[in-house]
């Protein structure tokens, strides 16, 4: 997401899972992690790991998860991912 300057600003989020340095799977296990803990919130995972851009999606699809936006990280390095509870729902 960017701002009418074009500054990369966070979308509204419950908590961040800062995940770079970590490589696959490490991003989506912890992404999993999160939601068995707390399956409401609204997570924003950051992560440099190039694995990460199917892999998430992918687990979104299978976990029931809903991914609501991909874009840069707000600081510019590497990606966030904004991965919400499913529509009307909890969790998985």
Known sequence: MTDTDG??????HDRVLDERGKRCPMPVISLARATN???GQRLLLLTDDAAALSDVP???SL???VLEWTGPAPDGMGDA????P???GEGS
């Open 86 to 88: 499913p529509a009307g």
């Open 7 to 12: 500054v990369v600003v966070r979308p509204p």
């Open 81 to 84: 991912f904004l991965v919400a």
């Open 63 to 65: 976990r029931g998860r």
């Open 37 to 39: 803990v707390d399956p």
């Open 58 to 60: 992918a687990w979104c």
